[in-house]
């Protein structure tokens, strides 16, 4: 596996980004994957998953109905579309491998990349 985030930026409150992460070396059809999120000072937390097959996602309560995310299978690439955002949703957002649930989502994975600042004023 090979994962490239891309997307980040600065916007105010209230205000869109569009994540995307690029997979090489595997067949993102046959993966879950999702995002974690690290503000400074707290903990990584699990955002979002989407299961291999499209059919099984999971957001964390505090981004539901604000962020929304999918995946194109024929460009091997993860998506994650964030709307009216809001301060808290600041810090480095990470695509890895998970396992995804409807009730939550799992990494185990040591495939952690650079990932890409999202910073959100108020």
């Known amino acids: 596996w090979q994962l490239a985030e891309s997307g980040g930026g600065s916007v105010e409150a209230g205000g869109s980004l569009r994540l995307s992460c690029a997979v090489s070396?595997?067949?993102?059809?046959?993966?879950?994957v999702g995002w974690f999120r690290q503000a400074p000072g707290k903990e990584r937390e699990g955002v979002s998953c989407?299961?291999?097959?499209?059919?099984?996602?999971y957001y964390i309560d505090s981004v539901k109905g604000r962020f929304t995310i999918s995946k194109d299978n024929t460009k091997n690439t993860l998506y994650l579309q964030m709307d009216n955002l809001k301060p808290d949703d600041t810090g480095v957002y990470y695509c890895?491998?998970?396992?995804?649930?409807?009730?939550?989502?799992?990494?185990?994975?040591?495939?952690w990349g650079e990932g890409t600042q999202v910073t959100v004023s108020s």
């Open positions: 070396g595997v067949t993102l059809a046959y993966y879950s």
């Open positions: 989407i299961s291999g097959s499209a059919g099984t996602t």
């Open positions: 890895v491998p998970v396992s995804c649930y409807d009730r939550g989502m799992w990494s185990g994975s040591d495939l």
